[in-house]
């Protein structure tokens, strides 16, 4: 686990807070006013708070921006004997978000963290305000959702990987090593900017996998793919109307070689047939590193008109 105090060389400036409500001790950022409007970014596989640090220090300065590090990544805690599934992540989330007594939330939402925040949508729509999707799937009860993973994993290298290492046993040896190959974890899921890559960079998106005990998050959402094990959270009727109503923006980058536009777009407008999406050339999975100022900028505009 990362010291708390760590900022690696200063780029992530935020002071650490944490709560136990979870059942284990959980990482967040909390800048901004206090009685600014709620931000909650969730982010997905492998990386952690450190992916907003850009849209933390933009958009802190007018609202309260709420970062948590699922259980498993960055300055959480990684417990020996919990499962980590995507139902796992949910719940956390949601005794995090009732610990904190947030609402009027705004969901930003990358990676794992897009069905992480649907789950939340689905258990507490009231307390959701806005919906951002940025290269995170919105999974929300549609039939197709599955059939669209499927379709999704056939063309992407890093699902086909995950499945064939399951199958011939090499998925955990590789991903309890993640402190080391990092980069070629994030390059195969479509990263490009390389120009920042230094150091401090790598330092900062290897540090939370030290150890193989510090793997099983990471392991977690990818042996939960190829096993079957995550479990989709399903809206009842009015937790969908609810959310659907909910203004909603999609920033996708186009050069997501995991999580491909044409697959999983078609699941964001299923829900919001009439909020825009903006689609990003040349831009990675990871599109707030490779496009930060360009995304925040797309976030504020959002949330100033509406």
């Avoid at 010291?3 to 400036?13: C, D, I, K, R």
């Avoid at 904190?100 to 705004?106: A, E, K, Q, R």
């Avoid at 960079?201 to 290897?206: C, H, I, M, P, R």
């Amino acid at each position: 686990m990362i010291p708390a105090n760590e900022t690696f060389a200063g780029t992530f400036p935020f002071a650490p807070h944490f709560t136990e409500a979870p059942g284990f001790r959980m990482h967040y950022v909390d800048e901004g006013p206090r009685d600014g409007e709620i931000i909650l970014c969730l982010h997905g596989e492998p990386t952690w708070g450190y992916l907003f640090r850009h849209l933390i220090s933009t958009l802190s300065r007018a609202h309260r921006v709420v970062v948590p590090d699922h259980m498993g990544f960055g300055k959480s805690e990684t417990p020996i004997g919990r499962s980590y599934w995507l139902q796992d992540h949910v719940a956390n989330l949601e005794a995090f978000m009732l610990a904190l007594g947030l609402t009027d939330i705004t969901l930003v939402m990358h990676d794992f963290g897009g069905p992480v925040g649907m789950g939340l949508a689905a258990r507490h729509p009231d307390r959701i305000r806005r919906i951002i999707s940025a290269n995170g799937p919105t999974p929300f009860g549609q039939p197709d959702s599955m059939e669209r993973g499927v379709a999704n994993a056939a063309v992407s290298p890093w699902f086909q990987w995950i499945l064939k290492a399951e199958a011939d046993g090499t998925l955990e040896p590789v991903l309890n090593n993640l402190g080391y190959n990092i980069l070629s974890t994030l390059k195969l899921n479509g990263f490009e900017n390389n120009a920042i890559i230094d150091d401090t960079w790598l330092d900062a998106y290897g540090a939370p996998f030290a150890t193989a005990a510090e793997c099983l998050g990471a392991l977690g959402w990818a042996k939960g793919f190829a096993t079957g094990a995550h479990q989709f959270e399903v809206p009842d009727a009015a937790a969908k109307r609810i959310i659907s109503g909910k203004p909603s923006l999609a920033i996708w980058g186009e050069a997501d070689r995991t999580l491909h536009a044409e697959h999983f777009l078609p699941l964001f407008s299923a829900l919001f047939p009439s909020a825009p999406i903006e689609r990003l050339p040349g831009v990675g999975h990871y599109c707030f590193e490779d496009a930060p100022e360009t995304i925040s900028g797309l976030i504020a505009d959002f949330l100033q008109g509406t």
